[in-house]
């Protein structure tokens, strides 16, 4: 099936910096979704994508729709503490019944 | 409002036990899932319901048994679980099922099978 490849696995950022994750497919997806989750809780929707190259922002969070359809990013501005979690991507398409996920991003902001 | 809530959060029952975990949404919604979890990985889907139909079934152990009593609730009924089925159990809903179509989670059910 399609698999979803998410890097980096984790970060370790200093708050104020940006940073930058991104998910990879071999395949074509139709829409790309980018969740946060917290120790504990259920996975919050940040973005969702539905065109090829489209760029959406969601506050200090910008996300972009590979042109390829292969392809996605997650970028996060000026970090602060409250960015802590992990963040997946997960990705939509007429080949598959379900929503694939990524592994997961999982983010550590120092204060 | 996108909420969807989940009861109870968490849980705690014996190999021998019966419990059902509890989905709800009020906003419309026609398809429904239940995910499972594990530690430091990324969601799997078990049942995907679909105007109420039971729409996808991910090859899930008949122990558990899904539910759709109306447009609004799931519930997920356990029995006889194994300890390896600890886990965290996550409801969503989406307008609809298909591809452009965007997943709202409820906050889980923590379980533990002793």
């Known amino acids: 099936g399609q698999q979803l490849n998410q890097s980096p696995q984790s970060m370790f950022i200093q708050e104020g910096e940006d940073v930058s994750m991104n998910c990879t497919s071999s395949s074509i997806f139709n829409t790309w979704l980018w969740y946060k989750q917290d120790p504990g809780e259920g996975p919050v929707l940040l973005i969702a994508l539905y065109k090829a190259g489209e760029l959406t922002s969601n506050g200090r969070l910008t996300a972009q729709f590979g042109i390829t359809r292969k392809d996605s990013f997650l970028n996060i501005s000026a970090s602060i503490p409250s960015d802590v979690g992990i963040y997946f991507c997960a990705g939509l398409s007429y080949n598959n019944n379900d929503m694939r996920f990524g592994a997961g991003t999982r983010l550590t902001v120092k204060p | 409002d996108t909420e969807v809530t989940q009861t109870p959060k968490h849980l705690v029952m014996g190999m021998t036990n019966k419990k059902s975990l509890k989905c709800e949404q009020h906003?419309?919604?026609?398809?429904m899932y239940w995910y499972k979890q594990k530690a430091k990985k990324p969601p799997e889907l078990m049942f995907v319901?679909?105007?109420?139909?039971?729409?996808i079934n991910e090859s899930v152990p008949s122990r558990f048994s899904p539910e759709c009593p109306n447009s609004s609730l799931l519930n997920l009924h356990l029995h006889a679980l194994q300890p390896e089925d600890s886990a965290l159990y996550l409801c969503?809903?989406?307008?609809?099922?298909?591809?452009?179509?965007?997943?709202?989670f409820g906050p889980g059910t923590r379980l533990t099978v002793t």
């Open positions: 969503a809903s989406s307008q609809d099922e298909g591809v452009y179509v965007e997943q709202y």
């Open positions: 319901y679909s105007y109420e139909k039971l729409s």
């Open positions: 906003m419309g919604h026609r398809a």
